[in-house]
């Protein structure tokens, strides 16, 4: 179970990765006003999310295998873990609106500003921060 483990988080880790530097594609892709770079920047956009989306699926996959592994009526009264799935499928779903800025960054660039993206960019660290203080410190 430990290689299990172990997997879930090697998978997690590059899947932050990805989550962490999409964003900051954004933020160059609405301050450009080249289109030789901002074509680029889609580019680089669509083959990074390509890229990604298998470290989500499987993060998901080896976080189920744990915890069912482990038996879910274990966790079944664990609240940390009902919060810490609360914030992977939120994180899924900021996974899947970044493919959908990617096709809006080609229709329309300037639709929201670099600075909109600067703070969107912040959203996967402050869910990180939280799943991680959840897994190991299990506050309730």
């Known amino acids: 179970m430990i290689w299990v483990k172990a997997f879930h988080i090697i998978f997690m ?11 900051r594609l954004f933020v160059n892709h609405a301050m450009t006003e080249d289109e030789a770079v901002r074509e680029h920047l889609a580019l680089m ?6 890229f990604i989306t298998p470290w989500m699926v499987l993060t998901i996959v080896f976080g189920l295998w744990l915890m069912f592994d482990y038996a879910w009526a274990a966790y079944a009264h664990m609240w940390w873990l009902h919060i810490k799935l609360l914030l992977v499928a939120a994180l899924v779903v900021y996974h899947f609106y970044c493919g959908s800025i990617i096709r ?17 960019n912040e959203l996967p660290v402050l869910v990180l921060f939280a799943a991680v203080i959840l897994a190991v410190v299990k506050p309730f």
Not at 13 to 23: D, R
Not at 45 to 50: A, H, N, S
């Open 13 to 23: 880790v590059a899947w932050f990765a990805g989550l962490f530097y999409l964003p």
């Open 45 to 50: 956009e669509k083959k990074l999310y390509r």
């Open 104 to 120: 809006d960054l080609q229709n329309n660039p300037s639709r929201r500003s670099h600075v909109w993206y600067r703070w969107f």
